[in-house]
Nanobody, 127 residues
Framework: QVQLVESGGGLVQAGGSLRLSCAAS?????????MAWFRQAPGKERELVAA????????HYTDSVKGRFTISRDNAKNEVFLLMNSLKPEDTAVYYC???????????????????WGQGTLVTVSS
């Protein structure tokens, strides 16, 4: 059983930066082929922010964060990160780390593909 725990959220002014971390516990982190960050703003559906496969292919980013956010993972340390630059008030949301146990040809972008979820960390961007 893999558990995911996010950290690094907080309050930041517009234009600022934050780095989210997701630490996995349990002996099966290597079985999470793709890792992703989702976010959910108040009153909105949870949406994919960025996703990265374990070994191949480029990361995927939703259009609104391209050029500002960077996803990375450290398989040796069982961690995945989201570096968020040039933050905007519309980035305010609870950010969730998620993992996919299925090996796929391309990095999955659908929420339903991810079986393992963290509890979330709140990011608030003030204007």
């Amino acid at each position: 059983q893999v558990q995911l725990v996010e950290s690094g959220g907080g309050l930041v002014q517009a234009g600022g930066s934050l780095r989210l971390s997701c630490a996995a516990s349990g002996r099966t982190f290597g079985s999470l082929y793709a890792m992703a960050w989702f976010r959910q703003a108040p009153g909105k559906e949870r949406e994919l922010v960025a996703a990265i496969s374990r070994s191949t292919g480029p990361p995927h980013y939703t259009d609104s964060v391209k050029g500002r956010f960077t996803i990375s993972r450290d398989n040796a340390k069982n961690e995945v990160f989201l570096l968020m630059n040039s933050l905007k008030p519309e980035d305010t949301a609870v950010y969730y780390c998620a993992g996919d146990r299925t090996c796929r040809a391309v990095v999955p972008t659908r929420r339903a593909n991810y079986e393992v979820w963290g509890q979330g960390t709140l990011v608030t961007v003030s204007s």
